[in-house]
């Protein structure tokens, strides 16, 4: 071309820019469209989890009000068997201590169902707070998976421990430093450790929890981390990515998080426990960024449900 021609000049530069300016909107479309697709997958994933979070939690309630009816009909039978062994014990016919007895079997009835009205009752908390829209400014995204992470170097010691936690982390979407903070603090990595409330293994299964996410064995590391991990990821899906939440939920119960509000509930031992765990989680380099940290002062009183 020649450049003494001003007028070639300047109609070849606008050419260029034109060029320029379709290739560089190409190019801006595709990324936002897939950022696009990417949310509407996000939106699709999260809504079909909170179809069957909620749908598990309504035939786990419905399991229980079945139980229920059976511990109160058997009330009901020690009952009246309490009443005619006082008239038995007025005549004579039988001791006190037969008598006694018959009273000391209607309260351990009686326990059983305020047990399983007060399950009932935290499984309905839970399905409304799962029916709850969130928030604008909760995160929405709780896959913990979806961004690369740069974690620290860690083992617990047995590889086969290791390899569980790695497996279990990317087939339920569960960041497996996470996961490994939590069994170092809640079983030091021993898989017959068991606390005074009967929490067992690595992860410290409550039982019911344990027969929540199908655990037959809880001393089976294999199971038991498997039943752990699946429920941190409930609980990530339910409050939306925010960690302190998510710990204070595993140690005192989600039920505990949601009944205080959202917030992590007043008890010593599970501000003690959010607080340790967080601190060595977000020690990593590079957490996943739309992860929440834990937020102002944990202090106050109480126990949790381990």
Request: hydrophobic share 40%.
């Amino acid at each position: 071309m020649n450049l003494r021609d001003r007028t070639h000049v300047f109609a070849f530069i606008l050419l260029l820019i034109a060029a320029e300016s379709g290739q560089a909107q190409k190019r801006l479309a595709r990324p936002e469209a897939r950022l696009q697709t990417k949310q509407v997958q996000q939106v699709d994933s999260i809504k079909d989890f909170r179809e069957d979070f909620i749908k598990a939690s309504e035939d786990y309630k419905a399991s229980l009000q079945k139980l229920l009816a059976l511990y109160e009909n058997e009330v009901a039978k020690l009952t009246d068997h309490s009443a005619k062994r006082k008239e038995l014990y007025a005549y004579g016919l039988i001791s006190r201590q037969e008598y006694l007895q018959a009273t000391v079997d209607i309260t351990e009835a009686q326990v059983k169902v305020d047990e399983v009205r007060k399950q009932i009752a935290t499984a309905e908390i839970t399905i409304a707070e799962a029916r709850r829209q969130p928030r604008p400014d909760e995160e929405r995204d709780a896959e913990m998976a979806a961004l690369s992470q740069i974690a620290p170097a860690w083992s617990t010691g047995n590889a086969r421990i290791d390899a569980l936690i790695r497996l279990n982390g990317a087939r339920y979407g569960v960041d497996p430093y996470f996961i490994y903070c939590v069994i170092h603090q809640e079983s030091g990595f021993s898989s017959t450790a068991v606390s005074v409330k009967g929490a067992q293994g690595l992860m410290q299964l409550m039982p019911g929890t344990a027969a929540r996410y199908g655990v037959i064995n809880a001393n089976d590391p294999a199971q038991n981390i498997m039943g752990g991990t699946r429920y941190l990821k409930d609980l990530l899906q339910l409050f939306h990515g925010r960690i302190d939440l998510v710990l204070a939920g595993y140690n005192a119960g989600e039920g505990a998080v949601i009944k205080y509000g959202q917030t992590i509930p007043p008890y010593k031992e599970t501000q003690d426990y959010v607080r340790l765990i967080s601190h060595r989680y977000f020690q990593k380099p590079n957490p996943a960024p739309f992860l929440q940290k834990p937020t102002g002062k944990l202090t106050g009183a109480g126990t949790n449900d381990k």
